[in-house]
């Protein structure tokens, strides 16, 4: 058996495998996939876009291991089936260059050859639509093998699955190349709420460009990241390896080590928004609501270090959790966030940055004190007063009153510990009035 599966990952296709509604496909073989025709290339358009409402985003699309149909809403185009089962089990790899080059010969000869804004060049590796299931148990190379100077937004798409999709991977997910500062890196999610997705193999990323990496990811609600595996993300621009709306489950009971190679990127599209880079395991950000929210827990290893030079800027930051609150109307839930296992956030360049375990609102400018409440925390004791890296904030109301502190390689003698120590605003913040509030057991 062992030996047809060999056979079977040697021979190479550079043809897709696409099912339809409902269908089944595993791959067992090598797929390498570069040439944008035929069914490994289809278009689609879409307007989901939080801040600009109306806008449409025009896509066209390479594939590996796909379910699609006919979109009878855009004549022509293709959209993502529902029902499919797909499943890796030899290699996939899948490349940008032609796509994009496909692309910039259209652009040329259209009748606005240099706007990129509402455009997007994507590979998929794995693709589904509604209700799916998709495993890789194999191997998928994503190679950000464009033009570095590419101005379109190019989406690396590993494993990519819509509402009610359970996504999992046992293998290996690389994501390889020198990439570009318009490439946005997708490891396993999607857009949608209740998506179930899980690492217990290897992902990892080592690219010199990109703009914005998301390892296992959603932007909807009332799902499940969870990482039992290994992650390992080296380079720049904005990272968040566990990134979520509120009301999504994230635990990270394996290994996550993050290099952020940091550079300030110069936003280029008018619907996402400008930031300094950001480095963070876990990411949460949310528009005000009343919806209930879910504990987002650290059980493995998290390694961070913020590589920083003169392309940073003062304002790069790392983090282990971080928090983010978009707009100011509506009720703000509760955040908790609990540490069982060990973070450790480093960092090096020509100026002090803002590092710390948790970050609040760090990139978030005015008083919108989000609520956090931290459960069990373990850490290595130091003089949290004057090291700033414990719980870090802009405006934010920390509750700590049921707080289980345990501190590693604390002295014999133990260490006096005051609650409001563990909790710095930063000094900009503090001077313009934002809210910093503290909630202890005496309280």
């Not at 069914?39 to 449409?56: D, R, S, T």
């Not at 990109?210 to 380079?235: E, K, M």
């Not at 956030?345 to 100026?351: A, D, L, R």
């Amino acid at each position: 058996m062992k030996n047809s599966l060999d056979n079977n990952r040697n021979q190479v296709s550079g043809q897709a495998i696409v099912v339809g509604r409902g269908g089944y496909a595993v791959n067992y073989g090598h797929l390498d996939i570069s040439k944008p025709e035929g069914i490994n290339y289809f278009e689609y358009q879409h307007g989901n876009i939080p801040n600009q409402p109306g806008v449409k985003v025009k896509n066209i699309a390479l594939c590996a291991l796909a379910a699609l149909e006919d979109n009878l809403e855009q004549p022509g185009a293709k959209r993502l089936a529902s029902g499919a089962t797909l499943i890796n089990r030899g290699v996939i790899d899948i490349h940008f260059k032609e796509i994009y080059d496909l692309y910039m010969e259209r652009k040329a000869k259209s009748d606005d050859p240099h706007n990129y804004n509402n455009d997007t060049v994507r590979c998929y590796a794995m693709a589904a639509g509604t209700d799916s299931l998709l495993i890789n148990e194999g191997t998928i190379n994503v190679h950000m093998d464009q033009d570095i100077e590419a101005e379109v937004s190019l989406y690396g798409c590993a494993i990519w699955g819509n509402a009610h999709s359970l996504m999992i991977n046992r293998g290996d997910i690389n994501f390889v190349g020198d990439g570009s500062w318009q490439s946005y890196i997708r490891g396993v999610g999607s857009m949608d709420s209740q998506l179930q997705i899980i690492n217990e193999g290897r992902i990892t990323v080592d690219l010199k460009r990109a703009y914005q990496t998301r390892i296992l990811h959603t932007a909807g609600q009332y799902g499940s990241l969870t990482n039992n595996g290994s992650i390992c993300v080296r380079t720049g621009g904005r990272i968040m390896v566990l990134g979520c709306l509120a009301g999504t489950r994230m635990t990270n009971n394996g290994t996550i080590d993050i290099t952020s190679l940091a550079t300030f990127l110069e936003n280029k599209v008018s619907y996402h928004y400008q930031f300094d880079p950001l480095a963070t395991a876990f990411y949460e950000h949310f528009l005000p609501n009343d919806l209930p929210t879910c504990p987002a827990v650290n059980r493995g290893t998290i390694r961070v270090h913020l590589l920083g030079t003169e392309a940073s800027g003062a304002n790069a930051v790392a983090f282990g959790f971080y928090c983010h609150q978009v707009g100011t109307k509506g009720e703000t839930p509760v955040h908790t966030m609990v540490n069982e296992g060990t973070i450790e956030v480093t960092q090096e360049g020509p100026v002090r940055y803002h590092t710390a375990e948790v970050g609040v609102n760090m990139q978030s400018v005015g008083d919108f004190p989000v609520r956090i409440k931290i459960g069990h925390w373990q850490t290595k004791a130091r003089d949290f007063d004057k090291t700033h890296d414990l719980f870090i904030c802009r405006s934010a109301q920390f509750d700590l009153s049921e707080m289980s502190l345990e501190l590693i390689d604390a002295p014999a003698g133990g260490i006096d510990i005051r609650p409001l120590d563990l909790v710095y605003q930063i000094e900009a913040s503090r001077e313009a009035g934002e809210t910093c509030e503290v909630k202890t057991a005496n309280d």
